[in-house]
């Protein structure tokens, strides 16, 4: 089905790991394939299952600090230990096209999104309280116990900004929060 002329507005999703966005974005390009996924540059290592180029981009800290310095990245966060960015020609071409775009980044990148691409939609997605967040991220088991402790502190900040955004969807089922996502992005349902 034809995409809805508004969808070309860029979106951004945010919210704290574990919440599940990786699950939403995942059902929501199924359903969506003409939506562009932005894939992010990291040092983070790379989890198991996970490939270059598809997940992330998976460079050195030499590198990462590179793309910094030559203007590479429309957005970059330090995230428990690791740094993490948007590449910015993808984006732009994609958007000089437009084709739908959709970054899936944490607080720190989303606020700077909203000086660089102020036309940008930005969604925050919420687990239904913290408890059940900390129970999702202890049982994915892609962590260290020290680092869930730094994402959950992390996840607290995030949680207190969610009022910045221009929507919030809490994903306490996944199919009406995906139904929820996808009438904030104006996508057509057959
Ligand atoms: P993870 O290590 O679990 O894949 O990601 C950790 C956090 O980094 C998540 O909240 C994710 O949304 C965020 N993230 C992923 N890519 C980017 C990016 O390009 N920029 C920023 N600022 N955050 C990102």
Request: proline share 6%; glycine share 8%.
């Amino acid at each position: 089905m034809a995409p809805d002329v508004s969808i070309a507005r860029p979106t951004v999703l945010t919210g704290p790991s574990g919440v599940g966005k990786g699950t939403l974005v995942a059902r929501l390009r199924e359903r969506h394939p003409e939506l562009w996924l932005s894939i992010s540059a990291t040092t983070r290592a790379p989890r198991s299952g996970e490939v270059n180029g598809i997940h992330y981009f998976f460079h050195s800290q030499e590198r990462f600090n590179e793309l910094v310095q030559s203007g590479g990245l429309l957005e970059w966060a330090e995230f428990a230990g690791n740094c993490y960015g948007t590449p910015r020609q993808p984006i732009d071409e994609r958007i000089g096209n437009g084709i739908p775009v959709l970054l899936e980044i944490e607080l720190e990148g989303a606020r700077q999104v909203r000086r660089s691409l102020p036309e940008a939609f930005q969604i925050f997605v919420a687990p239904p309280s913290f408890k059940e967040l900390e129970q999702r991220i202890r049982c994915r088991g892609t962590e260290e116990e020290e680092a869930i402790q730094r994402r959950l502190r992390r996840a607290q900040d995030e949680m207190a900004a969610q009022e910045e955004f221009d929507a919030v969807i809490v994903n306490d089922d996944l199919e009406s929060a995906l139904a929820e996502l996808e009438q904030l992005m104006r996508l057509h349902v057959s």
